[in-house]
């Protein structure tokens, strides 16, 4: 229930800009103008840290709808989880500003799709993150890229995944969800 007013409001509001303004393409940039509530900031009298990630969710929902991928996903029975992510901070939003989350898919591997969200302000930008997900059935299992392409077409022009994107997501990696994961302190 953390964002889940906000999250209807983007789907909303991002059916109507579908249907307005034409789909966007797989590569194209989502932009949601956002301010920053009272229930966003902490004691500080800035944006939580965890909040961003909230608030870059709901770029990917826009992202999904504007796309048509959220669609396809339900007739299919299909979701994206989060697999991993890392955000940096630049610059702190403060008590009621006003800034744009930019969404964009930045590429995929044989296993997940990776994202970028951006807090922008005024054309600067004050976080990003980069989303690593999964797309898996309802019905159990990973989906392959090649169902999913089969069913949405395969995207042209999305960039090659930068090299450190990849460092980042083989290190910060876990043990599959069928292996041992002790929780072992060095």
Do not use: C
Request: charged share 25%; proline share 4%.
């Amino acid at each position: 229930m953390n964002v889940i007013w906000r999250t209807l409001l983007v789907m909303i509001t991002a059916r109507r800009r579908a249907k307005r303004q034409g789909r966007l393409g797989p590569t194209e940039i989502g932009r949601v103008r956002l301010t920053t509530l009272p229930t966003d900031i902490d004691v500080l009298q800035h944006m939580n840290n965890g909040r961003y990630l909230s608030l870059f969710d709901l770029g990917r929902w826009d992202l999904l709808v504007r796309t048509g991928l959220w669609d396809v996903m339900k007739r299919h029975g299909w979701y994206a989880v989060v697999s991993s992510e890392t955000v940096t901070f630049r610059k702190s939003l403060n008590l009621w500003q006003r800034f744009d989350v930019e969404s964009r898919l930045i590429g995929h591997d044989d296993k997940a799709i990776y994202l970028e969200h951006r807090a922008v302000v005024e054309g600067e930008v004050y976080a990003r993150a980069i989303i690593r997900a999964r797309m898996l059935k309802r019905s159990g299992g990973t989906l392959s890229h090649e169902e999913l392409f089969a069913a949405v077409g395969r995207p042209e022009g999305i960039p090659e995944v930068d090299d450190w994107v990849h460092e980042w997501a083989a290190a910060s990696a876990l043990p599959p969800t069928r292996a041992d994961a002790p929780s072992v302190w060095n």
